[in-house]
Structure formats: C-alpha cells, structure tokens
C-alpha cells in the first residue's frame, strides 16, 4: 500500500482545511487508518485515528472538536476536516495504515508512511 497525502496549504486562524489521504492497494479497507503531526522542533505526534470500518474514531485531546476524521472505503480515502486551527496546528500532517483494524494511538502502531502536508496557520 501506498499513501499519498494532500490537501495542505496555509490558511488562517479560525479558518478550516480539509486533508486527504489516498490509498493504492486492496487492502486498504482492512486497517484502521491514521493522523498525525510534526511541528518544527517537535516529535511526531498522534492527531486522530480511524477503525477499519470507521465505527470508532479518536483523537488527540489538543484537537477535539475541532477535527473530525473519516473514511470512503470506496475510494481508498481517509479524511480529516479541520475546523477552528489554530497557529499551534502548524506543522506536516502524515498519515498512516495501522497494523490492525483497530486503532492504537502510537505511532508503533501504524506503518506505510505518505509523504506528509504540511499545513501552516497564521495568526
């Protein structure tokens, strides 16, 4: 499976963006999927995650209520909507297979990497 990430750009505070992530493969419908950040300086870290079939989502408590994660299975597509960003959002966005269906919010957890987008929220 291959990842492909888009949808970054720079917007400003209080302003929304939306990220996709588009699968190659057959198996993407198997694995729950995953979101995360890297700001400059900072480690990677876990944003939001999605079951394989979409039933349980998570989040990082920094983004609660204010991203919301989703899946098309159809489309081999993960979503993340971002509302409300803040300048503290800034940062390359990845996302990722996990190794199970189920979610695990570390990034032990999850493998297959895309190339990341990077997102900048001016204030």
């Known amino acids: 499976v291959q990842l492909q990430a888009s949808g970054g750009g720079l917007v400003q505070a209080g302003g929304s963006l939306r990220l996709s992530c588009a699968a190659s493969?057959?198996?993407?419908?198997?694995?729950?999927m995953g979101w995360f950040r890297q700001a400059p300086g900072k480690e990677r870290e876990f944003v939001a995650g999605?079951?394989?079939?979409?039933?349980?989502?998570y989040y990082a408590d920094s983004v609660k209520g204010r991203f919301t994660i989703s899946r098309d299975n159809a489309k081999n597509t993960v979503y993340l909507q971002m509302n409300s960003l803040k300048p503290e959002d800034t940062a390359v966005y990845y996302c990722?297979?996990?190794?199970?269906?189920?979610?695990?919010?570390?990034?032990?957890?999850?493998?297959?990497w895309g190339q990341g987008t990077l997102v900048t929220v001016s204030s």
């Open positions: 999605i079951s394989w079939s979409g039933g349980k989502t």
């Open positions: 493969g057959r198996t993407f419908s198997s694995y729950a």
């Open positions: 990722a297979q996990g190794l199970t269906g189920t979610v695990v919010a570390g990034e032990r957890y999850f493998e297959r």
